[in-house]
T-cell receptor, first 111, second 113 residues
Framework: NAGVTQTPKFQVLKTGQSMTLQCAQDMNHNSMYWYRQDPGMGLRLIYYSASEGTTDKGEVPNGYNVSRLNKREFSLRLESAAPSQTSVYFC??????????FGPGTRLTVT | AQSVTQLDSQVPVFEEAPVELRCNYSSSVSVYLFWYVQYPNQGLQLLLKYLSGSTLVKGINGFEAEFNKSQTSFHLRKPSVHISDTAEYFCAVSRAGSYQLTFGKGTKLSVIP
């Protein structure tokens, strides 16, 4: 099992460009999450999907959209990237609400 | 809303010495508590969790933590650290029944040979 996979691993964008971060899990988990990690800030929840067909805002949703494509896949879209969105993005999944499994991360730089 | 404070941003410790990483939380309702570890350039891995029951929780790699409700703390301990324990450690809290985890800002543990 690959667990949680994320693509791409690295990305550089110019201000105003758009992109979609992809996440997939092969553990048959119901819930999936997107976090961003910034130095000295810990991880902050952007959006989550408790189950297929539902999505909810987390702590820092502004500037992002998500799509729960099916049970396996949960994507994060930046419509118009800003330098403040430079960060490392982690996807996670869980079957039980409180035991989340994390992907390896996507390092995004917006210039 | 709940919050988590990790009292030390960096902790250097010599190999084979004991270590304690401190975590305090605030919440007006029942919570679940977690410790995650992040090795360089990797995602987070669950070390241990407290949901209910015994206040002393044992996790992977010889780590343990104690839930102290009166002091609202959940400190992580290991009696003897190894070089391979060098990583960043995150304390997290979840309101019982919630999908949302709130993370502390992390503590970087550096094990010195």
């Amino acid at each position: 099992n690959a667990g949680v996979t994320q693509t791409p691993k690295f990305q550089v964008l110019k201000t105003g460009q758009s992109m979609t971060l992809q996440c997939a899990q092969d553990m048959n988990h119901n819930s999936m999450y997107w976090y961003r990690q910034d130095p000295g800030m810990g991880l902050r929840l952007i959006y989550y999907s408790a189950s297929e067909g539902t999505t909810d805002k987390g702590e820092v949703p502004n500037g992002y959209n998500v799509s729960r494509l099916n049970k396996r896949e949960f994507s994060l879209r930046l419509e118009s990237a800003a330098p403040s969105q430079t960060s490392v993005y982690f996807c996670a999944s869980s079957e039980l609400r409180y035991e989340q499994y994390f992907g390896p991360g996507t390092r995004l730089t917006v210039t | 809303a709940q919050s988590v404070t990790q009292l030390d941003s960096q902790v250097p410790v010599f190999e084979e010495a004991p270590v304690e990483l401190r975590c305090n939380y605030s919440s007006s309702v029942s919570v679940y508590l977690f410790w995650y570890v992040q090795y360089p350039n990797q995602g987070l891995q669950l070390l241990l969790k407290y949901l209910s029951g015994s206040t002393l929780v044992k996790g992977i790699n010889g780590f343990e933590a104690e839930f102290n409700k009166s002091q609202t703390s959940f400190h992580l301990r290991k009696p003897s650290v190894h070089i391979s324990d060098t990583a960043e450690y995150f304390c997290a809290v979840s309101r019982a029944g919630s999908y949302q985890l709130t993370f502390g800002k992390g503590t970087k543990l550096s094990v010195i040979p």
